[in-house]
């Protein structure tokens, strides 16, 4: 992929010089578009956008670094997913479940372990309904993924990931898309905040796992945002003794993105019994 990239690079800057076939440059000197092109920031992206006053967006500068846990929890994390077919990350929001799950993967497409990654997730909203969306199924589903799109950004860089996406390297797909899909060995597959599944989506998710396929669940346990059982606790209740599933449990103490949304987490999950001496005092 990246020389494909480079190959790119290479031929739009020999038609950006070609000006010289065309005869000494003072000849071009009426023309100011000919004479004098604007340099494109490296960080600067052209994007379809339904707005017509919006064509640009800043993408994050890819980041040269492997993959570093931050954390024995995540050290730990990120071997089970090398070394087991089929990993749960359960944990509060900021542990870096997905971050290490998308980086991984973006690696492994990289350096052709895999030949593609499948991203997917249920289209439940958190508490709030957005109604209508406009747009074809990609565009109505984007929303759901921008998070693991940054990630991706980040580790393989914003051309290559819009490359990947339109020759189908990265799929971004809604779970109940899923059904009749093998997952073979070349893929990598993502399904995130699994705590919005039911017990049944979880099962179709599952079973289409095929041979030496690299499978990662993550969710919130806590924070599901659908009535009744969820298809993660149920799954991990079922699967745990299983040897090619590694369930990892990431803790409050674990949170890397902030202080701040450590001390937020413990605000929120006050213990049984708590609530009522609070709404009393």
Known sequence: MAKKSHAGRSSNHHSFHGGS????????????????????????????????????????????????????????????????????????????????????????????????????????????????????????????????????NERLGAGTVDYCLRHGRIVATPLAFMRGKTFNSKTFVILDEAQNTSVAQMKMFLTRIGEDCKVVINGDIKQSDIRGPNGLADAVARLAHLDSVYIHEFARHDIVRSGLVRDIIDCYEIPEGSEAFLATS
């Open 21 to 152: 076939d065309y005869g000494p440059t003072h000849k071009l000197s009426g023309n100011k578009s000919q004479r004098k092109r604007p340099r494109l920031d490296d960080n600067i992206i052209e994007i379809t956008s339904r707005s017509q006053h919006v064509e640009t967006a800043y993408s994050p500068p890819r980041s040269p670094q492997p993959l570093r846990a931050k954390n024995l929890s995540q050290q730990r994390y990120i071997q089970a997913i090398h070394s087991h077919m089929l990993t749960f990350g359960i944990g509060p929001a900021g542990t870096g479940k997905s971050y290490c799950a998308g980086a991984l993967a973006a690696e492994a497409l990289e350096s052709g372990r895999i030949e593609r990654i499948i991203l997917t997730r249920p289209a439940v909203e958190a508490g709030e309904n957005l109604g209508f969306l406009p747009g074809d199924l990609d565009q109505k589903f984007s929303v759901y993924i921008d998070a693991f799109r940054d990630i991706l």
